[in-house]
T-cell receptor
Framework: GAVVSQHPSWVICKSGTSVKIECRSL??????MFWYRQFPKQSLMLMAT?????????EQGVEKDKFLINHASLTLSTLTVTSAHPEDSSFYIC???????????????FGDGTRLSIL | GQQLNQSPQSMFIQEGEDVSMNCTSS?????WLWYKQDPGEGPVLLIA?????ELTSNGRLTAQFGITRKDSFLNISASIPSDVGIYFC????????????FGTGTRLTIIP
């Protein structure tokens, strides 16, 4: 079945560092990918919609200059957390939908997430 | 905006017991999704519901799409240790496959 892969699965870095997280669709092309953030013991909250070949759209309250999204190909979207601070520590999860799934109104497939810890 | 409230927030049960949880919304949804999340992993789809009143099973799991389209229920029969995790309901904000709103989650723990 369709698989979405994230890398890295876990990253620890110093405050002020920029961190890039990759989301790949392994066996399908995705014109749209979604980025979610999940704080401990909380639900998933949508951050932004990544659109291949165009700018990402951000949810209200999410700083686009802080969370840079690039969807340069049909199988890769990247989320860069710029000048990360401890409050950015969270679990970041991406999702994508195979084209056939869109046609049949099938739900998104989620990656395994990236745990970001900023010291 | 849309909110999905799940009840109960957490459950502590013994292996073999049946589990029931629900999800309610302040607005109508045309699709209801149930996901399970294990620690440190992304959510995995369990059941998708597309019609009001629909009752769908996936092994020991059964979910129903409420007639009012503002709620959904998930039941797990004869729980086993691997059922431990957090269960989320979710729904697309608009018809189709787009942005999902997730529920508050129900954490299931099995007592030895």
């Amino acid at each position: 079945g369709a698989v979405v892969s994230q890398h890295p699965s876990w990253v620890i870095c110093k405050s002020g560092t920029s961190v890039k997280i990759e989301c790949r669709s392994l066996d399908f092309q995705a014109t749209t990918m979604f980025w979610y953030r999940q704080f401990p013991k909380q639900s998933l909250m949508l951050m932004a919609t990544s659109n291949e070949g165009s700018k990402a759209t951000y949810e209200q309250g999410v700083e686009k200059d802080k969370f840079l999204i690039n969807h340069a190909s049909l199988t890769l979207s990247t989320l860069t957390v710029t000048s990360a601070h401890p409050e950015d520590s969270s679990f970041y999860i991406c999702s994508a939908t195979p084209p056939y799934a869109i046609e049949w109104n099938q739900p998104q497939h989620f990656g395994d997430g990236t745990r970001l810890s900023i010291l | 905006g849309q909110q999905l409230n799940q009840s109960p927030q957490s459950m502590f049960i013994q292996e073999g017991e049946d589990v029931s949880m629900n999800c309610t919304s302040s607005s109508i949804f045309n699709t209801w999704l149930w996901y399970k999340q294990d620690p440190g992993e992304g959510p995995v789809l369990l059941i998708a519901l597309y019609k009001a009143g629909e009752l769908t099973s996936n092994g020991r799991l059964t979910a129903q799409f409420g007639i009012t389209r503002k709620d959904s229920f998930l039941n797990i029969s004869a729980s086993i240790p691997s059922d431990v995790g957090i269960y989320f309901c979710a729904g697309p904000r608009n018809f189709g496959n787009e942005k999902l709103t997730f529920g508050t989650g129900t954490r299931l723990t099995i007592i030895p």
